[in-house]
């Protein structure tokens, strides 16, 4: 990784070029390649056991550039940081320029804390002003608490009757029935001939997993044969994994990452 430039901008803003070589980048392929081989099917090999080379004759030697681009930036960028020792605020603009065997190289732009400069001060004076509490001032103030401490017993139970109003799952499982509501629920996945159900505890069933997805709503969206999502829970998505809250990360069917991504901004 090396920083070609760092330009400060307006309103305390700075812009970062950073590149990332070439070995940088083919380690970064590598384990792109380990992480989805198992996702890319080649004639003549079981799932996973086809060779990189062999991946990347089939479908161009890029396959492997966008996942190796998403585990190498985050890093490089970070070090790049702590090379120009900045200190920034929120999340940087990211645009990638050139992207190849010979690495690649992205530009970030991010806000920092303002420098402030501090002017006179010692020496200024400011005038003290005693308050004085009346006895109708703390009868007032008591009678203001208590009436907000009713409105917040009447919030209480009006959500608490909307959380029993909800729609949820009911999960059969040995020897009891467990009501799941759908906004707890994270994913759903199928795990050989069972269902996991990912919420506030994981719950496995052995149920067919279209049969879920009729009990559910438009929260929720199908990645692939093997899952479900509910897209309040998606953090991040690429073309080919749904990231979620909790670390969870699911596999994304190809051609799905157009529809999953309306899917979220029309529920935005």
């Not at 603009?93 to 402030?116: M, R, T, W």
């Not at 501090?118 to 009868?139: H, N, R, W």
């Not at 309040?232 to 051609?255: N, Y």
Request: aromatic share 8%; glycine share 6%; with cysteine.
């Amino acid at each position: 990784m090396s920083v070609k430039s760092c330009e400060k901008l307006e309103k305390s803003m700075v812009e970062l070029t950073v590149e990332v070589s070439a070995a940088d980048f083919e380690a970064a392929i590598e384990k792109a390649y380990k992480k989805q081989r198992g996702q890319i099917r080649v004639p003549g090999f079981r799932p996973g056991k086809a060779p990189r080379k062999m991946i990347e004759q089939m479908y161009g030697t890029g396959v492997f550039y966008e996942e190796a681009v998403n585990i190498a930036l985050p890093d490089a960028y970070t070090e790049a940081l702590k090379e120009k020792e900045l200190d920034v605020v929120g999340y940087p603009k990211i645009e990638l320029q050139d992207v190849g065997k010979d690495g690649f190289s992205f530009k970030a732009e991010g806000a920092v804390y303002p420098e402030v400069t501090l002017g006179q001060y010692k020496g200024i004076e400011a005038p003290k002003y005693e308050a004085v509490v009346t006895a109708e001032d703390v009868e007032n103030r008591l009678k203001e608490m208590a009436e907000r401490n009713s409105r917040m017993v009447d919030l209480d139970r009006a959500v608490e009757k909307l959380r029993k109003n909800e729609r949820a799952l009911t999960l059969e499982l040995p020897g009891e029935l467990v009501r799941v509501p759908l906004y707890e629920i994270r994913c759903l996945e199928v795990r050989q001939n069972y269902v996991t159900v990912h919420a506030k505890e994981d719950y496995t069933v052995k149920k067919p997993l279209g049969e879920f997805q009729r009990e559910l709503d438009e929260r929720f969206f199908r990645t692939g044969r093997s899952c479900i999502v509910n897209l309040a829970c998606v953090r991040r998505v690429t073309r080919t994994e749904v990231f979620l809250d909790g670390g969870l990360t699911m596999p994304l069917s190809r051609g799905l990452y157009d529809a999953i991504n309306r899917a979220i901004i029309s529920r935005s």
